[in-house]
């Protein structure tokens, strides 16, 4: 099994510009998570799903957004990407059935907005 | 709301000598709390679970409520164990969300 996956693993963009990030994972986990980690703030929640077709805003929703089609799949989106963005992306996945509510994640991705 | 605080960013110790993660929570009901240790160019992972009461790679925890922490400890230090580590606190809603303290870069020196 991959485990959690991430595309891509870097990008840069600039003000304004647009992206979406992919998670994937192959655990048939139930919900899934993505979050920003920042120097001195820790990871913070952006969004996450409890299942397949619901979302949910989490600690800073505020310029993404997510969709969540299929179960193994969380995707965030970057509508108008601001220097404020510039972190490394975290998803994670969980599910009921995982041992005490342990959250896996993926690699990563690092994102630059210029 | 809930809320976790790691006090220090950055720990420094040398290998063989004890070392002590701090943190702390505020939570109004019955916490479970976790640790998670990302290496170098790897993942975030778990390292352990307050309810299993387990020692993983010689690193123990033990939850105080009466002083609201969560510290991680373990006796002898090894440069291996140079990492980012973060506390986290389960939230008793949907989605099994956690909330993460700042995180702790703790490094072994030789």
């Known amino acids: 099994n991959a485990g959690v996956t991430q595309t891509p693993k870097f990008r840069v963009l600039k003000t304004g510009q647009s992206m979406t990030l992919l998670c994937a994972q192959d655990?048939?986990?139930?919900?899934m998570y993505w979050y920003r980690q920042d120097p001195g703030m820790g990871l913070r929640l952006i969004h996450y799903s409890v299942g397949e077709g619901t979302t949910a805003k989490g600690e800073v929703p505020d310029g993404y957004n997510v969709s969540r089609l299929k179960k193994q799949n969380f995707l965030l989106g970057l509508e108008s990407a601001a220097p404020s963005q510039t972190s490394v992306y975290f998803c994670?996945?969980?599910?009921?059935?995982?041992?005490?509510?342990?959250?896996?994640f993926g690699p990563g991705t690092r994102l630059t907005v210029l | 709301a809930q809320r976790v605080t790691q006090p220090e960013k950055l720990l420094s110790v040398f290998k063989g000598a004890p070392v002590e993660l701090k943190c702390n929570y505020s939570y109004s009901g019955s916490p479970e709390l976790f640790w998670y240790v990302q290496y170098s160019r790897q993942r975030l992972q778990l390292l352990l679970r307050?309810?299993s009461r387990e020692s993983i790679k010689g690193f123990t925890a033990d939850l105080n409520k009466g002083e609201t922490s969560f510290h991680l400890k373990k006796p002898f230090a090894q440069e291996e164990d140079s990492a980012m580590y973060y506390c986290a606190l389960l939230e008793e809603t949907s989605g099994s969300r956690l909330t993460f303290g700042e995180g702790t870069q703790l490094t072994v020196n030789p």
């Open positions: 994670a996945s969980s599910s009921l059935g995982a041992p005490m509510n342990t959250q896996y």
């Open positions: 307050h309810i």
């Open positions: 655990m048939n986990h139930e919900y």
